[in-house]
């Protein structure tokens, strides 16, 4: 009788296990589980000066005087503006240093979520 009942009491967990197994790989079960989708925006500025020297890394203050004017700050001194096309963000980070041309590329400290 105790092993009819272990035997019976298998059959059911396996069951039940398998069951579990198939639910967790179902794809659109995965998908309505999951995190929203989260970016980092990159934007390109134009330096001031060609001279200055900017660092991979390094972190920069945006501030924004309007929607299309944005000056790039670094340790309180105005360096750059951000490309009219790309500006829209306060707190940033250096990713490329800049070119012959004096432009680099900055990207966001925090990321967004994505708008569905």
Same mark, same amino acid.
């Given at each position: 009788?105790?092993?009819?009942f272990i035997?019976?009491?298998?059959?059911? @967990?396996?069951?039940?296990?398998?069951? +579990?197994?198939?639910?967790?790989?179902?794809?659109?079960?995965? %998908? +309505?589980?999951?995190?929203?989708?989260?970016?980092?925006?990159?934007?390109?500025?134009?330096?001031?000066? $060609?001279?200055?020297?900017?660092?991979?890394? %390094?972190? %920069?203050?945006?501030?924004?005087? +309007?929607? &299309? +004017?944005?000056?790039? $700050?670094?340790?309180?001194?105005? &360096?750059?503006?951000?490309?009219?096309?790309?500006?829209?963000? &306060?707190?940033?980070?250096?990713?490329?240093?800049?070119?012959?041309d004096g432009? @680099?590329?900055?990207?966001?400290?925090?990321? @967004?979520?994505l708008q569905?």
């Amino acid at each position: 009788m105790g092993l009819d009942f272990i035997r019976a009491k298998a059959k059911r @967990f396996e069951q039940q296990r398998d069951k +579990s197994k198939s639910q967790e790989f179902d794809v659109a079960d995965l %998908l +309505s589980r999951a995190k929203n989708d989260r970016f980092v925006p990159f934007f390109r500025c134009q330096l001031d000066n $060609l001279d200055t020297a900017l660092v991979v890394g %390094l972190g %920069l203050v945006g501030r924004a005087y +309007s929607e &299309i +004017s944005m000056a790039i $700050l670094q340790r309180g001194k105005t &360096i750059a503006q951000m490309l009219p096309e790309d500006a829209g963000v &306060i707190t940033l980070i250096v990713v490329q240093e800049a070119g012959i041309d004096g432009v @680099f590329v900055v990207k966001a400290k925090k990321s @967004f979520k994505l708008q569905a």
